[in-house]
């Protein structure tokens, strides 16, 4: 008889997207969420200093780190930001911004040009009280983490309410003010139950079925989870915000295995800001011996996996976005 | 205190110990009563910390920004929202005494950094703090004890770390040390210095750690204050803390930020204490419990000289500030815009993490001057004007209760009451009821008289917190 051994994956960081800077420089300031679009498009939504309205952004780059453009800025105007959360894009190209103070989504066409926003405040169906994550599914229904109702909510494409799922609580089911959201191949749906310091993943229609991660700092626990992925094969990626890592997960929620960031070299744009000052920075990073502190995550917020099965880890304290690759060996 | 109600003597040590309180947190400690309050204040980690997690996920430059803005706007934050008080205004005290500038650092979070260590040994052992502000790397770097060498000494450290953070240049017209134990003591602090520390760019800022270099230290043998032998800082610091001077020192400081206005630091050397008892029984308290400041403060609160002290500090602009919000109940959670209220106690003269010189603020009636002022009532009558503020709907309910018609002493009486309570002069009175009395009658019976009551009460709030008395804490 063969006893047939699970071989699991390691993962190898590969580039860093970003450097911190404010348009039009070309980089990111604080970001906390992006969404991968058709053809490498990238959008960063960066939530950085409200006392310079201009750091608050989305960037439109692409996976080569070629800048495309920015739009937004703080305020609560048309088009702009307070308290942004999370951005995705649906199927047709149009990019999706919640904000959590505003109460509103602000829907972009691909080029940043407002289109229109959706909400209303409150807690009777499709109303929201700080709406967080967001996703479409295969049907560009969506989705949305409506934070402080303890809720899923879905809508259709014309932002007709369809259903929701969850209340306030601990138990299966239950969801203490939640951030993230994604969905697996199958349409199931994971939520990063931020408050209760876990995942739970729901059928398409909402019914809990597993639970991931418990509170603290060991293998796989979890502090205030902020962003779930999973990529094609049914491996969970959680942005554990409070333990500044990512920890990865299978598809029956056992420990696989956690990075902490290896951001080594620099991004295209970091190169450019080093030579730009090259006497400068060159000399104070000539005395230090370890580099550390600079590689790791610092906050990360959001993971997102493209359609090569990269992982993109949204490190919003260092102003980048690291990219992973899952390997067998 | 005969005529003073528990209330108001709540009042006064929550402005003092804290940053003023609700009425309804008045009330609940009211019933605790007094000592057992004190007790509450003093044993912070009894209460629920502070939820960093929250104030993180909405405003994420509180943890990780790069400007100064982003830890101003996160500390005044805290003052307002906290439910240590005391912990928290411990913390502005040593920002006070070990005041460290980040226009000199130009790394902000580094001064984060130190807000945390000072918020960690707020009211601890006298000894451990000064030996961890000395590895301090922002307090460092301020005073350039980076550039402080076996073989060429920096004395900036060692002169201030005497003179302004632990004994004074002297006491009853005499000198406490010597310019040969200046210099003595900058030989023991070579060596203390922080590790190189990567560049802002790209990645963001990092803070500095700490890092004892024994090659760069002078072993040799150094006299200072009468002892002689090979010392390193903890040595000195050691020494330092069985003087009197040091003694006199922190309770002088301790007295004047919690009890009433002294002249300023560098006149202590030539004015004496303005309660000599009091200072007395602060240094007695020093000396038997070994430097511990919760022991010192624990008789501070508790004394005679302190229940008697009320309104007799002007506030300085954080304390003047955190109250108003915390009267009104705003920014007690998360929200937008929190660098309009830090901003404007740079207005008022205080620009927090960044005070003038190492000497600190110039406190006490020096907080006020015309623009000062103007900026101070201004702030204060906005907000208790704003009847959108849960703090101002609540002490508009309350009078309420008292109608559906109100006669103008009663509703003065009242307000005074709810707003501090405050001791406003006959004069002020006076000035206060000519306010009202324009009014033929106060009703609250219908909607539409509360409309009106509304924006009378409103009205009062603005002229009360405008008042001279309101200034004092």
Redesign the interface.
């Known amino acids: 008889m063969t006893l047939l051994t699970k071989v699991l994956p390691s993962f190898k960081y590969s580039y860093t997207i970003g450097?911190?800077a404010v348009p039009p420089a070309h980089?990111f300031s604080?970001p906390?969420s992006a969404a991968v679009g058709a053809d490498g498009l990238l959008y960063v939504l960066c939530?950085?200093?409200?006392?310079?309205p201009a750091w608050k952004f989305v960037v439109k780059c692409n996976m080569d780190e070629d800048y495309i453009k920015h739009f937004g800025s703080y305020g609560e105007g048309s088009g702009q930001f307070?308290?942004p959360n999370s951005i995705a894009v649906d199927s047709v190209g149009n990019v999706y911004v919640t904000d959590?103070?505003l109460n509103r989504i602000s829907v972009f066409d691909s080029d940043g040009n407002l289109q229109q926003t959706r909400g209303t405040s409150g807690s009777e169906d499709g109303e929201w009280d700080r709406p967080a994550g967001i996703v479409f599914d295969s049907e560009d229904n969506m989705l949305v983490v409506d934070s402080l109702n303890h809720r899923i909510q879905k809508f259709s494409q014309n932002g007709e309410f369809l259903s929701k799922f969850g209340e306030f609580g601990s138990g299966q089911g239950q969801l203490d003010t939640p951030?993230g959201i994604n969905l697996d191949k199958d349409g199931n749906v994971y939520v990063a139950d931020?408050?209760n310091d876990r995942i739970q993943k729901f059928s398409p229609d909402g019914v809990p079925i597993l639970q991931i991660g418990s509170s603290g700092s060991g293998d796989g626990q979890l502090t205030?989870p902020?962003g779930v992925a999973v990529d094609s094969e049914g491996y969970v990626y959680v942005a554990d915000w409070?333990n500044d890592r990512v920890q990865v997960y299978d598809s029956l929620g056992s420990y696989v295995g956690q990075f902490n960031g290896d951001?080594h070299g620099?991004?295209k744009?970091?190169e450019a800001?080093?030579a730009s000052?090259p006497e400068?920075?060159s000399a104070?990073?000539a005395?230090?011996?370890d580099?550390t502190?600079?590689r790791v995550f610092?906050?990360p917020?959001t993971v997102r996996i493209d359609d090569q099965d990269r992982i993109l880890v949204v490190d919003?304290?260092?102003?980048?976005i690291q990219i992973y690759e899952k390997q067998y060996n | 205190m005969t005529g003073y109600s528990e209330i108001a003597r709540i009042a006064h040590l929550m402005r003092r110990a804290g940053f003023g309180a609700s009425r309804e947190d008045l009330e609940h400690y009211s019933d605790m009563g007094y000592e057992a309050t004190v007790e509450e204040l003093l044993n912070p980690e009894l209460q629920p910390d502070y939820e960093d997690?929250l104030a993180?996920?909405?405003?994420?430059?509180y943890?990780?920004?790069?400007?100064i803005?982003?830890y101003q706007?996160y500390w005044m934050y805290r003052m307002i929202s906290t439910r240590r008080p005391l912990e928290e205004k411990m913390t502005l005290f040593w920002h006070h005494v070990f005041a460290t500038s980040h226009s000199k650092l130009n790394r902000n979070p580094q001064m984060n950094k130190q807000l945390k260590l000072l918020r960690s040994f707020a009211m601890g052992n006298f000894r451990t703090i000064l030996l961890e502000i000395s590895k301090d790397p922002a307090m460092i770097y301020w005073l350039d004890n980076c550039e402080n060498h076996n073989g060429a000494p920096n004395e900036n450290y060692g002169r201030e770390l005497l003179e302004l953070f632990s004994m004074g240049v002297g006491m009853d017209e005499g000198s406490n040390y010597s310019e040969e134990d200046v210099k003595e003591c900058a030989r023991a602090f070579t060596g203390w210095t922080m590790a190189?520390?990567?560049?802002?760019?790209?990645?963001?800022d990092?803070c500095w750690d700490f890092e004892y270099r024994t090659d760069d230290h002078d072993h040799g043998e150094k006299s200072f204050l009468g002892e002689t032998g090979r010392f390193n800082g903890d040595d000195i610091v050691d020494i330092i803390v069985r003087q009197p001077a040091t003694a006199r020192f922190l309770s002088r400081h301790l007295y004047n930020f919690f009890v009433s206005d002294e002249p300023q630091v560098p006149s202590w050397q030539t004015t004496d204490p303005q309660d000599v008892d009091a200072i007395k029984a602060l240094e007695d308290e020093y000396f038997r419990s070994n430097g511990d400041v919760r022991s010192m403060l624990r008789v501070l609160f508790n004394s005679e000289f302190f229940k008697n002290a009320s309104y007799k500090k002007v506030k300085s602009p954080a304390e003047l500030i955190a109250g108003v919000m915390r009267l009104v109940d705003d920014y007690t959670t998360p929200k937008?815009?929190?660098?309009e209220i830090a901003?404007a106690a740079a207005y008022m003269g205080q620009d927090l993490l960044n005070p003038p010189t190492v000497e600190g603020w110039h406190t006490g009636k020096e907080w006020i001057d015309s623009g000062a002022l103007v900026e101070r009532v201004n702030f204060a009558a906005d907000r208790v004007g704003d009847i959108s503020m849960p703090g101002v709907q609540r002490i508009v309910d309350r009078l309420s209760v008292n109608g559906p018609v109100i006669k103008a002493a009663t509703l003065l009486d009242h307000a005074l009451e709810l707003v501090g309570p405050v001791e406003v002069s006959s004069d002020r009175r006076s000035e206060l009821m000519t306010y009202l009395e324009k009014y033929k009658e106060i009703k609250c019976g219908t909607p539409e008289d509360m409309t009106n009551f509304e924006s009378v009460v409103t009205g009062l709030l603005r002229l009360i917190v405008a008042s001279r008395e309101f200034q004092f804490a």
């Open positions: 450097n911190q980089g604080g906390v939530s950085y200093y409200e006392y310079v307070t308290w959590e103070w951030w931020w408050r205030r902020s409070g951001c620099y991004s744009w970091a800001r080093m000052d400068g920075m104070e990073r005395v230090v011996t580099f502190i600079e610092f906050q917020t919003t304290g260092r102003h980048r | 997690d993180y996920r909405y405003v994420p430059y943890r990780m920004g790069t400007g803005p982003s706007c190189p520390q990567l560049p802002r760019y790209p990645y963001g990092y937008p815009n929190s660098h901003f």
